[in-house]
Structure formats: C-alpha cells, structure tokens
C-alpha cells in the first residue's frame, strides 16, 4: 500500500473534524486520503500528541488572522448516545 501524502490526511481528517460526518462518508478522489488510511494517522497523531499539536497550531493561526469570535460557541448534540432516559 502507498504512503498517503500527510497533506491529504490532512485534508480528510480536517473534512471529518468540521463537518461531522462519519468515517463511511470520507470524499474520494485525487486531495483525500483513504478512509482507512486517515484513521489510521488519526489514532497514531492522536497518541503521540501531533493531533493536539496541529489543533493548537491551527488555533493560533486562526487566532492571528483574526478569523476566530471567542465570544460565540455552539454545541452539536446529533451525536449524543442518548438511552431514552433523562
């Protein structure tokens, strides 16, 4: 199996993180990793701490720019396991 460019599970894990969506509904095509693939460098970054670095990094990109209102949040609860109970 080839390597996938990190460029690319870049883009496929960034893909996941802002939309939502699961892992069976990655794109395909020439700028996105495989779905495996991309799980796959997801759990090793997430272990070995570049996840939360990356995370961090591009914060404070965004942070620089000017492209991020602190003051304004917003919580998805579509993926909550909720048992019928409160």
């Known amino acids: ?7 690319y599970v870049l883009n496929t894990l960034l893909y996941i ?3 939502g969506c699961r892992w069976c509904e990655v794109p395909k095509g020439e700028i ?7 799980h796959r460098w997801f759990k090793r970054w997430q ?3 570049t996840l939360e670095a ?3 990094r591009i914060l404070e990109i965004g942070q620089e720019k000017g492209l991020i209102n602190w ?4 919580v998805d609860g ?4 909720w048992n019928g109970r409160w």
């Open 17 to 19: 993180l802002i939309t």
């Open 32 to 38: 996105w990793a495989s779905k495996s693939s991309a």
């Open 71 to 74: 003051s304004y949040g917003a």
């Open 78 to 81: 579509s993926f909550y396991p």
């Open 54 to 56: 990356l995370q961090a």
């Open 47 to 49: 272990l070995d701490g």
């Open 1 to 7: 199996m080839p390597h996938s460019s990190f460029r």
